[in-house]
């Protein structure tokens, strides 16, 4: 009994400890005070004039831009590239593998740094186009993970039925294992998607004059303070990314509801 207590205080307190920065972000986003010093009042304020921050929108505009166009092209050659490496085989398929998937393990940094580099070798001018080229490396390697995962736990004899029953293999992909892999490949996408959203590092390196994305714009303000229309916006980010984080998990949960009754 004394355990189960040690072990329940123990998760409320790392509860806490994680999710309180939040709480206080979230209070403060409400707070009168233009300086978030004490607590003056209560307010909407800071959540209207957001709406009316022009630089603001325009930075969400192209965020968004990037990381709907990043994980649009990233999804299908994601699932291209799962289907080929675990439907066929081929010379130097272990090093592709290893290679595909380096993103995942190579610091944010020296991807910024190896972009740039190419980009210059190549002379090719920043803008919102190489910030999107960038995203696309790192977008392609999450997508294909969770599309792999899927697909090994998918039954491969339904295609070879499809196939014998007359379909032809581009039918078999579309009409058999596409709607199978679809819970993994849109839990690759929103994560894709969040990940895209939220990068500063990669998208400061890959950045042409005027092509802000919103965390390079949050940054430009804070190194003069936290203000509290930032505060506001921060909490509207960690709104829409539970909300994604809830839907990706609920189809997750959806896919293996599934997965049981079929088997």
Not at 70 to 82: K, W
Not at 118 to 131: E, G, H, P, Q
Not at 157 to 185: R, S, Y
Request: with cysteine; aromatic share 12%.
């Amino acid at each position: 009994m004394l355990l189960m207590g040690l072990q329940v205080g123990f998760n409320l307190l790392m509860f806490l400890f994680m999710y309180l920065p939040i709480i206080v972000l979230a209070v403060y986003s409400f707070n009168r005070s233009a300086y978030s010093a004490g607590w003056t009042g209560f307010t909407l304020e800071w959540y209207t004039r957001l709406f009316n921050d022009g630089r603001i929108l325009l930075a969400l505009q192209n965020s968004l831009t990037v990381a709907l166009v990043a994980v649009g092209i990233s999804a299908v050659l994601g699932t291209l590239m799962a289907v080929g490496l675990a439907r066929y085989h081929f010379p130097f398929k272990s090093l592709y593998r290893g290679v595909s998937y380096l993103p995942l393990i190579i610091p944010d940094i020296a991807i910024a740094v190896a972009t740039l580099i190419f980009l210059a070798v190549f002379s090719i001018r920043l803008s919102l186009w190489t910030i999107i080229a960038a995203h696309i490396v790192f977008c392609l390697a999450y997508i294909a993970v969770l599309v792999s995962t899927r697909l090994a736990d998918l039954n491969p004899h339904l295609e070879e039925a499809a196939l014998d029953l007359g379909a032809t293999p581009f039918q078999a992909f579309m009409k058999v294992l596409l709607p199978q892999l679809m819970p993994g490949i849109v839990s690759g996408c929103l994560l894709a998607f969040v990940l895209s959203m939220d990068d500063f590092l990669i998208a400061s390196f890959t950045a042409g004059s005027g092509a802000n994305t919103l965390p390079m714009e949050i940054f430009s303000r804070i190194r003069t303070g936290v203000k509290p229309d930032i505060n506001a916006l921060s909490v509207l980010l960690i709104l829409v990314s539970g909300v994604i984080a809830f839907i990706s998990e609920y189809l997750r949960y959806q896919g293996e509801q599934r997965r049981t009754r079929s088997s």
